[in-house]
Each structure stands twice: as C-alpha cells, then as structure tokens.
C-alpha cells in the first residue's frame, strides 16, 4: 500500500500519469476516492496525486480527532508534497480540504503553481468565531439570507450530526452531514452506492468540524498563484458567499459555477468540472 510518513503521520496515496504535478485534497467524509472521476482526465496531460488526509481510510490513525486541525492537515499536506519532490504542484482542494489547502498556499506560496477550491469551507471569512452570537448577529445584519442559510446548516445538519455521531450512529450521522451540506433533505440517500459507501468508511471524520478554524482574513493576500473558485449551482448559499467573497480577496482570482450540481460538483457533473478546471491549470487565463 503507498504511503508517506510525515512526522509520524502516514498518508496513503495513489498517483498516475506524468507531466506537472497535480495534487487533490479531499473534504469531509470523503477519502482518496472522492478524485476517481478526475483522475483519468488529470493523468492523460499531468502527474495526479490523490491522498487520504490523516484520519481518512485507509490510513488506521487512532484518536478522538482532536488532532486533526486546518493547520495539522495543511503541514501534512506540505510534507506530502515536499517528501514526494513534487513542487511547485497544481493543488485542488475540496470543502474542508479547500481550507486546507488556501492555509497550505498562504503559508508556502512558493509550493504551489495554481489553486483550485472547490466550495472551500473557509467559515472564518463570513465570521470568525460562529459560536459567537453577537458575530452572527453582525452578519445577519450584513447578509441576512446568509445568515439564515448559515444558521439552518447549524441546527438541522452540523449539530444533529455531531449527535449522532457521539451516541455511534455512523450512517445518521453521514446522512445528516450531507444533505447539510447539499442543502437537499434526502440528498445523501440519493448518491451511488459506493460514493454512499466511502461516505459512510469516513463518518467519523465529521468531528474534524469540532475543532477550531483558524482566522483568515488577513492570511488570504499571501496566496500569490493563480486561484480559481468553484461553487455547485444550488449549493448552500452561504458556501457560495464563502466563494465569492474569497474570489474577491486573492490577488488572482477567478470564480466558476458548475451547472446542475450542488456541494460536490467534481463527482455529480464530473466532465465540465473536469473541462473547466483543466483549462485554468494549463493556462494563465481562460
């Protein structure tokens, strides 16, 4: 099984293809196989690295996931990419794994060519503490559809998920988190059966969503590559905010909607997402 050990974390992965790297970080509850229907695409023009971040199958790390920070996640990320002599690399990054990788770029702009994120759950730009009630406040002030979309991931997904989750019921638990996230009561149900089943091996990477979220505002500016944006059509609105707003605030970004999808447009309309984010890796403006 290939691997990497960094700093004591081992990271499974699997590559294909050559040319200029291209490296997929993958969201919540996802794993390697969330890029399978990139990977045929990426590796006819470039080198595809598709890893499992350190609490993802089929990597065996034990613990409460405690560790499994925005910042722990993007030093494992440098240390994959550093160990395997692949910089400067095209990174995608996907909803948690889209913070992740923004964090890895800001801290080491010289790792990496271009950016991808896609609906990059980088909370922290709407408001930096979510628990704090007068912070929400301040954004249903500024954005109040935001706000309210916001605040119904919260209550209806995010918590009753952390629920299920603490009491072991794995399956509500993933369900819960995915037609949060896809803003589609019933959404989860609705998937391929293996993408339900990679779903449900990495339930417990839900709690990653516990630990805290670094400020990042300030941070963004230091992204120097070129970065675009993709967001799903109907994806919760206040992801699509999320992308907007980080667009906006990178020296060098661009933003993309892919059509007829939601949370995750790269496995639900997988030959534009492909078409479009090829295009804007091979050159400098499409």
Not at 168 to 188: C, I, P, R
Request: charged share 20%; proline share 6%; net charge neutral.
């Amino acid at each position: 099984m290939p691997g990497v050990d960094v700093d004591g974390v081992s990271l499974y992965y699997e590559e294909a293809g050559r040319g200029q790297p291209v490296v997929f970080c993958h969201g919540i509850p996802t794993d390697y196989r969330a890029w399978q229907a990139q990977q045929g695409s990426f590796s006819q023009n470039y080198r595809t690295i598709t890893y499992s971040r350190r609490y993802a199958l089929p990597n065996n790390r034990q613990g409460d996931l405690i560790d499994s920070t925005i910042e722990n996640n993007a030093s494992d990320l440098e240390g994959l990419i550093e160990k395997l002599g692949l910089a400067p690399v095209h990174l995608v990054g996907h909803s948690y794994g889209g913070f992740i990788s923004a964090y890895m770029a800001a801290d080491h702009p010289d790792l990496v060519r271009s950016l991808t994120l896609v609906e990059p759950a980088v909370s922290t730009v709407l408001v930096e503490n979510p628990e704090s009630k007068t912070q929400m406040f301040s954004l249903l002030l500024r954005s109040p559809t935001v706000a309210l979309s916001a605040r119904r991931f919260q209550s209806s997904s995010l918590y009753p998920s952390y629920k299920a989750l603490d009491a072991g019921q794995m399956e509500k638990a993933t369900e819960l988190n995915v037609d949060g996230v896809q803003d589609k009561q019933g959404a989860y149900a609705l998937m391929p059966e293996q993408v339900k089943k990679m779903m449900l091996d990495n339930a417990r990477t839900i709690a990653e969503l516990k630990t805290k979220f670094p400020a990042f505002k300030t941070q963004i500016r230091k992204i120097t590559g070129k970065t675009l944006v993709v967001n799903g059509e109907a994806s919760p609105l206040w992801l699509r905010k999320i992308g907007q707003l980080f667009a906006a605030m990178v020296p060098q970004g661009k933003t993309f909607t892919v059509p007829n999808t939601r949370h995750f447009p790269h496995l639900e309309n997988p030959v534009e997402f492909n078409q479009h984010v090829l295009a804007f890796i091979s050159q400098d403006t499409i």
